[in-house]
């Protein structure tokens, strides 16, 4: 439950070696590089088209790079190179100890599902499934994820874009992942359901100990939610370190006018 | 416990015609296990640029920064937040959380970081917001809904967890006369 | 006879689908992909049946053909008919004389043997189809055992209707393997699809052929809590007095009145011929 302190050998949850994704002669992202410990929080801020959503979908499988390795310490064979792992595996990978949280929500969820069964489905991947067991783990997932759990039996379609993506959270989370993607987790949604899912998101990293990669282009909520931040410009690392070092003394130039073009409330 | 050993720091503004700002330069400090140090000095003197660099929220330019046995002017971000977590509290008087979340649990978080179970955490955080002489009613909004919320809750939310060190940024420069005597006397 | 190829297609399209046939047979529940061809009948008249009945007929084959479970339904009359002229073979309403069955939404009561086929006609081959429009994923999900999806389907039944209220097309997985759909029989007959005959299984407009070999292991998905259930009306039939066939309701007037009877009519009347008579026999007969 607490996060492994100070442990200097520690192997890293995921390696990143420069990870190069090129679209012809344009650079999608190139010779990223970075270590991700378990228990480790990691915002990856830029601009609209700065590569930073190239590398998460680079990371996580969905586009395959055309350089680089994407190492995961993998419970069963320790670190192992996801990129050449075979198709059934990686997907493996990706329904157990990986989840992706998609943005807009409903990329990431079924829409024609109740609550219940989208949340279920990781679980019935699994032989030999127990309905009433799969619906108590749906219901005790609506509630930690706050949405009543008489909605059970509801569509994701009749939910609010901060219930649904509240209920992609629960549905990614319910299998105990380590590591969690994230594509702008808080996108599209009003200013105080952001909030609340903040709050929500740090309270189950912290209870489950998750690392997480978040990409997003709001600096605050990369304050509030990451350890530590890289900032991304042109396909490339400009500046990275931790979270609110790099924002209050931004050493890089683009850093710097990045952080300086928040509008101060 | 703390040790500053020719620490330099300026700010390079890249972007205003990469105008150099020296702040401080080969400073050195030693604070021991136990000891309680005073900065004083005149605005802009860099006070808070050094509390700022011993928490890691600054970087050094040059020298070493130990908190303990890390080089916090050196450390990877996770030794930073591990000390954080475990050693070094901040308070100042902005508080960083956030929004909309109760007071109550704004204080009890640096506990539950640590593994504290939420029940005692929570007792541990009302027992600090009582002495702070905010009422119980208040505890379930955000601090930053009532008056001299932010500041008090910061100063509990610092105490909450009992840090081996503590770095103290001017945490009772925005209340009134009568409340710093129970920012003061935190127990 | 006239001036048609034996059973209509042509031998080159009758050896392509041959082919696809013995793959199926070879990898059991696996839909093969297949040509299909334009058919003098339209889609859902059993385009795809017709095709895997046309390839497998030989001359010397006795045919029969039903729909529902009956001999005399339109659909079944025009395929027998069909094949009568189009391969001139003989034809039979009498499931234990035919060596070749064409049925659509139902596997006959009878036993059926090891030099039997079992044709079925079916729209949609596609179990995953429900919950996964894509076809790319949906063949992925096949290849790699990803099946989770077939019981959200399971589960979406139970959490709105109390229990798996899926009775026909109900999904079953072949040899451990492949998660099929036995096509929209009623989930009555899913424990007869182990079975000495060989089935096969044509879906026209959706260009797949798939097969069960005869004694496959065939298993009808469920949750330990919920297990599945062969359920039927809970009566006899009303004319041959079968407390084991599957039955359908017929009304009978604007009263409301109505009777069971076996929706096999050759299980029906073979009974009535050994003299069993059910609660209406006498005025029906």
Redesign the interface.
């Known amino acids: 439950?607490?996060?492994e302190?100070?442990a200097q050998d520690m192997t890293p949850l995921l390696q990143v070696n420069s990870l190069t994704k090129m679209y012809g002669a344009r650079i999608g992202c190139k010779d990223v590089s970075f270590d991700l410990?378990p228990?480790?929080v990691m915002g990856i801020v830029g601009e609209s088209g700065s590569g930073k959503s190239t590398l998460l979908n680079a990371m996580a499988g969905y586009h395959a790079p055309d350089q680089g390795e994407v190492i995961f310490d993998t419970r069963a064979d320790g670190p192992q190179d996801t990129l050449k792992m075979s198709?059934?595996e990686r997907?493996m990978l990706g329904?157990t100890d990986w989840a992706f949280v998609h943005q807009p929500a409903r990329d990431g969820l079924?829409m024609?599902?109740?609550a219940?069964?989208n949340i279920?489905?990781?679980?019935?991947?699994?032989g030999?499934?127990?309905?009433?067991e799969?619906?108590a783990q749906a219901a005790d997932w609506l509630g930690r994820v706050e949405i009543s759990d008489s909605r059970?039996?509801d569509r994701p379609s009749a939910f609010s874009g901060g219930m649904q993506q509240r209920l992609q959270i629960a549905r990614n989370l319910v299998t105990g992942p380590r590591l969690v993607f994230m594509d702008e987790p808080t996108g599209g949604l009003d200013v105080?359901v952001q909030?609340?899912l903040?709050?929500l998101l740090?309270g189950l990293g912290?209870e489950m100990g998750l690392s997480a990669i978040i990409v997003t282009h709001d600096l605050a909520v990369v304050?509030?939610l990451a350890?530590?931040l890289m900032v991304m410009k042109d396909g490339h690392e400009v500046e990275s370190?931790?979270?609110?070092?790099v924002l209050?003394?931004p050493?890089?130039?683009y850093t710097?006018?990045l952080v300086?073009s928040v509008l101060q409330v | 416990m703390i040790e500053l050993e020719n620490v330099s720091k300026s700010?390079?503004?890249?972007?205003q015609g990469s105008a150099v700002i020296p702040v401080m330069e080969r400073v050195n400090l030693t604070v021991g296990a136990g000891e309680c140090v005073g900065l004083v000095g005149a605005s802009g003197a860099g006070k808070s640029t050094l509390m700022?660099l011993i928490y890691?929220?600054?970087?050094a330019a040059a020298g070493r920064v130990m908190v303990g046995d890390l080089d916090v002017a050196q450390a990877a971000?996770?030794?930073?937040?591990?000390?954080r977590?475990?050693t070094l509290g901040y308070v100042s008087q902005f508080l960083?959380?956030?929004?909309?979340?109760a007071a109550l649990d704004v204080v009890a978080e640096p506990l539950?970081?640590?593994?504290t179970p939420l029940e005692a955490a929570r007792d541990k955080a009302a027992s600090l917001l009582a002495q702070l002489n905010i009422p119980e009613r208040l505890w379930s909004l955000s601090p930053t809904t009532f008056s001299g919320g932010e500041q008090r809750v910061n100063i509990a939310r610092g105490f909450a967890y009992a840090y081996p060190a503590l770095l103290l940024d001017e945490p009772t420069a925005s209340l009134d006369a009568k409340n710093p005597r129970h920012g003061a006397d935190p127990g | 006879m006239s001036d048609y190829n034996f059973a209509y297609l042509d031998e080159q399209t009758k050896r392509m689908i041959r082919r696809a046939i013995l793959k199926g047979l070879a990898v059991p529940g696996y839909q093969v992909p297949f040509a299909s061809r334009e058919m003098p009948m339209p889609y859902g008249w059993g385009t795809g049946g017709v095709q895997v009945t046309a390839a497998t007929l030989t001359p010397d084959d006795t045919l029969k053909v039903i729909d529902q479970g009956a001999d005399d339904t339109t659909n079944a009359v025009s395929i027998r008919k069909f094949f009568q002229r189009t391969a001139g073979v003989a034809t039979t309403e009498e499931t234990t004389k035919a060596s070749v069955i064409q049925t659509r939404h139902r596997i006959p009561e009878a036993e059926l043997s090891e030099d039997q086929v079992l044709v079925y006609q079916v729209p949609i081959p596609e179990p995953l189809r429900f919950?996964e429009p894509r076809e790319t994923e949906t063949r992925?999900m096949h290849s790699?055992e990803?099946?989770?999806?077939m019981?959200?389907k399971l589960?979406?039944d139970?959490?709105?209707h109390g229990d798996i209220a899926t009775s026909y097309a109900y999904p079953v997985k072949v040899e451990d393997r492949y998660v099929m759909d036995p096509s929209p029989i009623p989930k009555f007959d899913n424990p007869k699809l182990e079975m000495a005959a060989i089935q096969l299984f044509g879906a026209g407009r959706e260009q797949r052929i798939y097969a069960v070999p005869p004694y496959t292991r065939v298993v009808s998905l469920d949750?330990?809590?919920?297990p599945f259930e062969a359920s039927k009306a809970d009566h006899a039939c009303d004319l041959c007095a079968a407390g084991d066939s599957y039955l359908d309701e017929v009304i009978l007037d604007d009263a409301g009145s109505r009777m069971f009877v076996c929706s096999d009519t050759d299980y029906c009347r073979s009974r009535r011929a050994a003299g069993h008579v059910g609660r209406l026999g006498e005025e029906a007969a």
């Not at chain 1, 279920?120 to 699994?126: D, I, P, S, Y």
């Not at chain 1, 030999?128 to 009433?132: A, F, R, V």
């Not at chain 2, 700010?11 to 972007?15: D, E, G, V």
């Open positions: 439950m607490i996060k302190v100070g410990y228990g480790e198709e059934p997907r329904r079924r024609s599902v109740s219940g069964g279920g489905e990781r679980l019935m991947a699994v030999g499934p127990h309905y009433g799969i619906r059970i039996d105080s909030a609340r903040l709050d740090r912290r304050r509030l350890d530590r370190g931790l979270t609110d070092q209050d003394d050493q890089h130039a710097q006018l300086s | 700010f390079t503004l890249h972007n700022r890691g929220n600054y970087l971000p996770r030794h930073i937040i591990a000390r977590r475990e960083r959380v956030v929004p909309r979340v539950l970081a640590v593994g | 919950l992925k790699l990803e099946y989770g999806l019981h959200v589960y979406e139970i959490s709105q949750f330990e809590d919920y």
